[in-house]
């Protein structure tokens, strides 16, 4: 078995690496079909994969914007792990002129909701910014509105992994585009990006705005400056530092004057107002105070420009920074003399103040006069602005972790009834000492896991995921798509682990929605005695082997994807019986009502002949560790009493345990702990109760 799991293995990998990888699948002529007159459509840009949009303004052709495509930019894959592919066109100030559905392979609305709640969710981007942070309320239905700085858009129920993932692609793929071409120096999601905070102002002198680290101070000498070009072609070439080593070369204050603390006590009351006045909602600046032989301007410098002796970055990204153009009086008179110069950085960069600001300075030697060598050397200050100073970023993020938070109760929830339920498979003695509390205790669970895991969090585990995380990795994209859904990955660590030490039972057993409302179905039916259908031995050993030939089927048509693959996924009833609800097309509604009614009559038949999932963790389950079931030296030879008695077959009549099959319902662990049930143990005890026979000379017979 081990030998042909190796080969298939084999198999696999191998046809991953053959299988075909993605692009986007716009020409020219349809987006000029999209974008039709008085728009003109440009030709693709050869950097970025993104198409111009222009208009005519009378005699002047302006830009009008930009189209792309999702998959070029951000293919964040689906639910499905193939990543959808939307249209994106934004104008040339950030704002959304267009989202469509290009392809996408969402279960949830193929053929679920329908695509019609997909395509009403992505038109509401229409008319929306760059500028606002647009988050999704998963809450009440029409909760949609907007200001200058926030919008919120109406989810779709069911779905909300699918719009997540949707709403993160089109926002990276945005963002992705205005910072390269409409010079949002950097992509953010503004809702992930701290506040400074306009109410809080501290007096202080410049001392103390230093030791607060509201201020950075850098001074650097000729002797210093010097030494940076130490071993360079630049060494040497600047006779002002040889000659006057300790002379200031730089002396330089700066703060971000955006935080009032710092502004409010450097500036004076006019220059703070005429700064702020210069300062639109979510822009910050830096105030650059400088002395030294070294001017931050530089003599070719522009006022009004982007300065090129001062660079910053975050998170090793560029943040462009723009002379203000201000003449700025400060506080301190120490500082009298000093150049001040104001550079702004525009929210839409997305500056964070919560996070570390790197400062460069730039400072150019050049050797040679026809054709000058350029040697560069840099100067560093680290900013990073008091905690006190800002809020921490509030909304939720668009990403996995956005999710997460949101989630939390029913994250804790599940974990305390995992935990439960590792703690009882722990102490299984305990567990089935009582047959009568066990079989309340496995009723309540069934009962939470159709209720709360299968209904209520949304945790039904799918065969979905394995080929979405397959066709995720053969295109080389993370896994991470997975982590959108928490409690479905926090399900799979525990049941990864759980095959490691029992097997395929813990998931199929206990967690499973659709596979508890089938034993649900099936201890009705017996209640209400319906006739039961087993199989025979050879039967149902070999229509056993049924559900691998799927999984094997479905797993190769994933290398592919495509239709074939959504259409074999539907031989999973999960998405009608437990995502939906049942409210979807008749055909699949009969399809899972049917193999529901079938376990009225066997024994959760879906389970035992044809689940793609559960044939994959039977595999998986072979690296079990444990045989966990008790068994004694009767068991088979010859007591078949728990092979009879076990609804799955999974015992065979040498009294061996076949833990592929097993689902770990504690059965003829019951059985094995009663001297009531299990025959040796009867016979036991009718032996100890037998009176021996003593014979006048004492002997026993
Ligand atoms: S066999 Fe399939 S349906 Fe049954 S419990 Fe396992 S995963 Fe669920
Ligand atoms: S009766 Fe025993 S062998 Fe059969 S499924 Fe239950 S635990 Fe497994």
Known sequence: ML?????IACILLA??????????????????????????????DSGLPVWPLFRQNGTVTELAGYAFESLDLAPVPGFSGVPLNLLVAIDAQGGFLEVAVLSHHEPVFLDGLGEEPLLQFVRQYKGLSLKQNIGI????????????????????????????????????????????????????????????????????????????????HLRVTQREMERLFKGSAGAGLDAQALSRPDEVFLDLYVALVSVPTAGRNLLTPRGWRTLAGRM?????????????????????????SVPDRALLKQDGLPLEMRDLDLELALNDTALQGYSVQALRVISQAGLDPAGALE??????????????????????LSYRVPARFYVAAQGGSKSWDGVWQERRYELLALVFILALLGAALTLQRRLTARAGRFKMFRLGFLLLTVGFVGYAAQGQLSIVQLTGALQAL???????????????????VFVLVSL??????????????????????????????????????IADARLKWLKYVLLAVIVISALWPGSVTDLLLELEPFKTAITLNFVRSWPFVAYAAGLLLASAFVYKFYCRYLCPLGALLALMGKLRMLNWIPRRAECGTPCQTCRHRC????????????????????????IHASDTQCAPLIMERKLARTIPIVSASGSRR
């Open 3 to 7: 030998t042909l799991m190796r080969t």
């Open 500 to 537: 490691l030490l029992w097997g395929r039972g813990t998931f199929c057993g206990w967690l499973c929605p659709f596979g508890a409302l089938q034993e649900l179905v099936g201890k009705a039916a017996r209640l209400l005695r319906v006739p039961q259908w087993r199989l025979g031995r």
């Open 474 to 492: 053969m295109a080389g994209r993370s896994l991470a798509f997975l982590l959108f859904d928490p409690v479905s990955a926090l399900l799979w």
């Open 359 to 380: 400062l460069s300075f730039p400072v150019t030697r050049n050797k040679g006069v026809i054709y000058p060598e350029r040697i560069v050397r840099d100067l560093q």
């Open 15 to 44: 046809l991953v690496f053959m299988a075909p990888a993605h692009a986007g699948v716009l020409n020219k002529q349809d987006l000029m079909r999209r974008f039709p007159a008085p728009m003109m459509v440009g030709e693709r």
């Open 647 to 670: 609804d799955y077959q999974a015992i065979k009549p040498g009294g061996e345990i076949v833990y592929a099959e097993c689902f770990q319902c504690m059965d003829c662990v019951v």
């Open 280 to 304: 639109n909602p979510g822009d910050h600046a830096l105030l650059l105070i400088s002395s030294g032989t070294w001017s931050l301007s530089g003599e070719n410098f522009v006022r009004g």
């Open 137 to 216: 309320d998963n809450g009440a239905a029409h909760a949609r509105w907007q200001d200058e700085a926030h919008a919120r858009i109406d989810g779709v129920a069911k779905a909300t992994a699918s719009v997540r993932i949707i709403n993160q692609s089109v926002l990276a793929a945005a963002l992705q585009v205005a910072r390269t071409k409409l010079g949002f120096a950097q992509g953010r999601d503004p809702d992930m990006i701290a506040r400074v905070r306009p109410e809080l102002f501290e007096a202080m002198t410049l001392a103390q705005l230093l030791d607060a680290g509201l201020v950075r």
